[in-house]
């Protein structure tokens, strides 16, 4: 069965926020297109639920978070973003909930965003590889609070704090998905998104035995060939888009 091709993404819009879980999150793929969209003259504001503290065996949770909170501003610079915010939920535990609802739709009003970013909210991949239920939670929590961001009702605090509601997201773009709807063509910005995850030298260095930068290049030169063959034979930073 012929698959069907990926449109475009669309490029109407000034303003966008990435929310994930982790440093290194948007890393994976997506930060080729936040390479091109910087370049176009698009601001692009990072999100984080947690420092990614948990994410390395060899470094108590302390010592862990600033290093990698340092490594993922490095990172977020390489491809044009230099507002990066990190709301403090532990690594490995993130719960899907109110709070982290009202968190994430509390930066949406703050940040104002049209077009807003997330990571794979599914149990899965694709096929067999299962989510981290930090993924799942903050995806999940993002595609919820652009609506809770828009109506002055729900964290009727956050007005009172002086957030008037948003209604102005337009799309949530969610990278990582096995359903994909939508791409960015990677051409430009796959070098800068290279450095991008290179960034982060200390967790790669302790996830794999292979050389850093040939191990960034591979993986992510196997993401944008994927679904190259559905956007016309350009490498592709895919998005599952929603409406809003």
Same mark, same amino acid.
């Not at 470094?59 to 340092?70: D, K, N, T, Y």
């Not at 990066?84 to 609802?101: A, K, Q, S, T, W």
């Not at 790669?204 to 040939?214: H, R, Y």
């Given at each position: 069965?012929?698959?069907?091709?990926?449109?475009?993404?669309?490029?109407?819009?000034?303003?966008?926020?990435?929310?994930?879980?982790?440093?290194?999150?948007?890393?994976?793929?997506?930060?080729?297109?936040? +390479?091109?969209?910087?370049?176009?003259?698009?601001?692009?504001?990072?999100?984080?639920? %947690?420092?990614?503290? !948990?994410?390395?065996?060899?470094?108590?949770?302390?010592?862990?978070?600033?290093?990698?909170?340092?490594?993922?501003?490095? %990172?977020? !610079?390489?491809?044009?973003? %230099?507002?990066?915010?990190?709301?403090?939920?532990?690594?490995?535990?993130?719960?899907?909930?109110?709070?982290?609802?009202?968190?994430?739709? !509390?930066?949406?009003?703050?940040?104002?965003?049209?077009?807003?970013?997330?990571?794979?909210?599914?149990?899965?991949?694709?096929? @067999?590889? $299962?989510?981290?239920?930090?993924?799942? +939670?903050?995806?999940? @929590?993002?595609?919820?609070?652009?609506?809770?961001?828009?109506?002055?009702?729900?964290?009727?605090?956050?007005?009172?704090?002086?957030?008037?509601? $948003?209604?102005?997201?337009? $799309?949530?773009?969610?990278?990582?998905?096995?359903?994909?709807?939508?791409?960015?063509?990677?051409?430009?910005?796959?070098?800068?998104?290279?450095?991008?995850?290179?960034?982060?030298?200390?967790?790669?260095?302790?996830?794999?035995?292979?050389?850093?930068?040939?191990?960034?290049?591979?993986?992510?030169?196997?993401?944008?060939?994927?679904?190259?063959?559905?956007?016309?034979?350009?490498?592709?930073?895919?998005?599952?888009?929603?409406? %809003?």
């Amino acid at each position: 069965m012929t698959q069907q091709r990926l449109e475009p993404l669309p490029t109407d819009w000034s303003r966008a926020l990435a929310v994930v879980a982790h440093p290194d999150d948007l890393e994976y793929g997506a930060a080729a297109a936040v +390479a091109d969209w910087t370049d176009a003259g698009r601001e692009v504001v990072y999100l984080l639920a %947690s420092r990614g503290e !948990a994410g390395i065996d060899g470094l108590p949770p302390e010592e862990c978070a600033p290093l990698r909170e340092r490594e993922q501003r490095a %990172s977020a !610079a390489v491809v044009g973003v %230099s507002t990066v915010e990190f709301l403090d939920h532990r690594d490995g535990v993130i719960e899907y909930g109110i709070g982290l609802r009202r968190d994430i739709a !509390a930066a949406i009003r703050r940040h104002r965003p049209e077009l807003v970013i997330t990571l794979n909210h599914r149990d899965t991949w694709g096929g @067999a590889t $299962w989510n981290t239920p930090d993924h799942r +939670a903050v995806g999940r @929590a993002t595609l919820d609070a652009v609506a809770d961001a828009g109506n002055r009702w729900i964290f009727p605090e956050l007005t009172e704090g002086g957030l008037e509601p $948003w209604n102005g997201v337009r $799309w949530t773009a969610v990278a990582g998905s096995d359903r994909p709807t939508h791409a960015v063509d990677a051409t430009r910005g796959f070098e800068r998104s290279v450095e991008s995850l290179l960034a982060h030298r200390t967790y790669i260095e302790a996830l794999t035995e292979d050389e850093p930068e040939t191990y960034c290049r591979t993986f992510l030169e196997g993401m944008v060939r994927a679904e190259a063959d559905r956007f016309g034979g350009r490498p592709a930073v895919t998005f599952e888009v929603f409406s %809003s």
